[in-house]
């Protein structure tokens, strides 16, 4: 598995795309779709850029190796997405998480 395979699970993880991850990057996704084909990874600074994104370290999506202290497990990847939601969202997300705990 290489450094694309492993931001791709971040992306299912986090209900993200490859074209919203390019866009926060400051890349386009056809870059993205390129270093997928050629199994390259990106420049460090893109690299560092990607994994702050994603949450996860440069050494996680170059290694597959998880400093300690980095979980790769369900509830962070769904802990991460919380955070991103909007206040709005997150609201409902509260009233959706109570309802199921009754």
Do not use: C
């Amino acid at each position: 598995m290489g450094f694309w395979d492993r931001v791709a699970l971040e992306l299912e993880y986090l209900g993200m795309t490859n074209k919203a991850l390019a866009e926060k990057v400051g890349i386009t996704a056809s870059n993205i779709g390129k270093g997928v084909r050629q199994g390259s990874s990106p420049s460090a600074d893109t690299a560092v850029k990607i994994a702050k994104i994603l949450g996860v370290s440069v050494e996680y999506l170059v290694t597959g190796e998880r400093p300690a202290g980095e979980s790769g497990d369900k509830i962070t990847a769904l802990t991460k997405r919380l955070r991103r939601l909007s206040d709005a969202d997150l609201e409902i997300a509260k009233i959706v998480i109570h309802r199921l705990e009754k």
